[in-house]
């Protein structure tokens, strides 16, 4: 079935009136043209209202200037989620031949005085959700503009309190052999996929527990039900389909560092000046804008260097990529 999209994916700052919030909302309803979309496309709506769907936009977290929403059909179906396949297109098939991601349970626990084991719906209802819009820049220098439905990372922390000791967050996708056919076709990775940010870094406004995209609940292939999203590092650190959330005194191992600690640091702050070894990342290609489209420069720490930039005062990040 072919499914209609409306015609323009932008949502500049400059649209943003005094209700903004419920007329960008319905500005980004409209891109998706839900009217048409098919299920195929993205899940219902209906499904989702134990999540607390529908979501507001938070316009504190706007489209940067000048640049336009990716186009949804694109960002559903250009993925990287190895467990199910290193090719782009296959997640959207392989991740929905009955991979189940609800119920979903997320358990919270290591260093914390408070550790949890939470439904996933439950868990956003009693957070609250909202819509945020990111930039998002993987480290094989393609980006995409992507309206995020979640909460805070913070909001979930302070519900687990960790104790003083705790210095790093370790998170943990899903293991499910069954389910994903890149554990087995890729065993050279160190499975499960695991992600790590300094207490801080987890802590901080912009670090986001996603559950849906563009108003609707997350698709299988983008990381259902909840994943993480942190728009000031390369995409990677944006671990998929959490199952585990921990707290350490140690710096976590993560899989991409330890596949090739050169190349996939911990830290892995977008930066034009730090080149990956086969690739430099001064630029970036944005995706949907057609293949004649010049790359345009990519900006430290993905554009949000005066929110970030304070983290990793007196780092060397060269040193610390
Ligand atoms: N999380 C898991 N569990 N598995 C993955 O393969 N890929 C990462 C990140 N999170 C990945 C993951 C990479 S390399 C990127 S660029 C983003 O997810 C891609 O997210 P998207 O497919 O929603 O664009």
Same mark, same amino acid.
């Given at each position: 079935?072919?499914?209609?999209?409306?015609?323009?994916?932008?949502?500049?700052? /400059?649209? @943003?009136? !005094?209700?903004?919030?419920?007329?960008?909302?319905?500005?980004?309803? +409209? %891109?998706?043209?839900?009217?048409? &979309?098919?299920?195929?496309?993205?899940?219902?709506?209906?499904?989702?209202?134990?999540?607390?769907?529908?979501?507001?936009?938070?316009?504190?977290?706007?489209?940067?200037?000048?640049?336009?929403?990716?186009?949804?059909?694109?960002?559903?179906?250009?993925?990287?989620?190895?467990?199910?396949?290193?090719?782009?297109?296959?997640?959207?098939?392989?991740?929905?031949?009955?991979?189940?991601?609800?119920?979903?349970?997320?358990?919270?626990?290591?260093?914390?005085?408070?550790?949890?084991?939470?439904?996933?719906?439950?868990?956003?209802?009693?957070?609250?959700?909202?819509?945020?819009?990111?930039?998002?820049?993987?480290?094989?220098?393609? /980006?995409? @503009?992507? !309206?995020?439905?979640?909460?805070?990372?913070?909001?979930?922390?302070? +519900? %687990?309190?960790?104790?003083?000791? &705790?210095?790093?967050?370790?998170?943990?996708?899903?293991?499910?052999?069954?389910?994903?056919?890149?554990?087995?076709?890729?065993?050279?990775?160190?499975?499960?996929?695991?992600?790590?940010?300094?207490?801080?870094?987890?802590?901080?406004?912009?670090?986001?527990?996603?559950?849906?995209?563009?108003?609707?609940?997350?698709?299988?292939?983008?990381?259902?039900?909840?994943?993480?999203?942190?728009?000031?590092?390369?995409?990677?650190?944006?671990?998929?389909?959490?199952?585990?959330?921990?707290?350490?005194?140690?710096?976590?191992?993560?899989?991409?560092?330890?596949?090739?600690?050169?190349?996939?640091?911990?830290?892995?702050?977008?930066?034009?000046? @730090?080149?990956?070894?086969?690739?430099?990342?001064?630029?970036?290609?944005?995706?949907? %804008?057609?293949?004649?489209?010049?790359?345009?420069?990519?900006?430290?720490?993905?554009?949000?260097?005066?929110?970030?930039?304070?983290?990793?005062?007196?780092?060397?990040?060269?040193?610390?990529?």
């Amino acid at each position: 079935m072919r499914v209609k999209i409306s015609k323009d994916w932008e949502l500049p700052e /400059s649209s @943003v009136t !005094p209700e903004s919030d419920y007329l960008s909302r319905r500005q980004v309803v +409209k %891109a998706l043209g839900l009217a048409a &979309a098919s299920p195929l496309l993205l899940p219902s709506l209906a499904d989702a209202a134990t999540q607390g769907f529908p979501t507001k936009l938070n316009k504190k977290y706007l489209a940067p200037e000048g640049r336009k929403l990716t186009n949804p059909r694109l960002v559903i179906s250009y993925n990287n989620f190895y467990e199910f396949s290193t090719q782009k297109d296959e997640p959207r098939i392989l991740a929905n031949r009955g991979w189940k991601t609800e119920p979903w349970t997320l358990e919270v626990g290591g260093l914390v005085e408070n550790p949890l084991k939470l439904d996933v719906n439950a868990l956003c209802k009693e957070m609250g959700l909202e819509m945020r819009i990111y930039r998002f820049r993987c480290v094989e220098a393609w /980006s995409m @503009v992507i !309206p995020w439905d979640g909460f805070p990372l913070h909001k979930l922390i302070k +519900k %687990a309190k960790p104790t003083s000791k &705790a210095k790093f967050v370790k998170f943990t996708t899903f293991m499910d052999k069954k389910a994903g056919p890149g554990f087995e076709n890729y065993p050279y990775y160190n499975w499960p996929y695991t992600e790590g940010l300094r207490m801080d870094e987890a802590m901080h406004e912009l670090s986001f527990l996603a559950v849906g995209i563009y108003g609707r609940p997350m698709p299988n292939q983008n990381g259902a039900p909840i994943r993480l999203v942190v728009p000031w590092k390369y995409g990677f650190k944006s671990i998929k389909s959490i199952v585990k959330i921990e707290f350490t005194d140690k710096q976590p191992n993560t899989l991409w560092n330890a596949a090739a600690p050169k190349e996939y640091g911990f830290y892995s702050n977008v930066n034009p000046e @730090v080149p990956h070894p086969r690739w430099s990342q001064a630029r970036e290609r944005v995706i949907g %804008a057609g293949v004649l489209a010049d790359r345009i420069p990519t900006l430290p720490f993905n554009g949000y260097e005066k929110e970030v930039a304070p983290l990793y005062e007196g780092m060397d990040l060269k040193k610390h990529f």
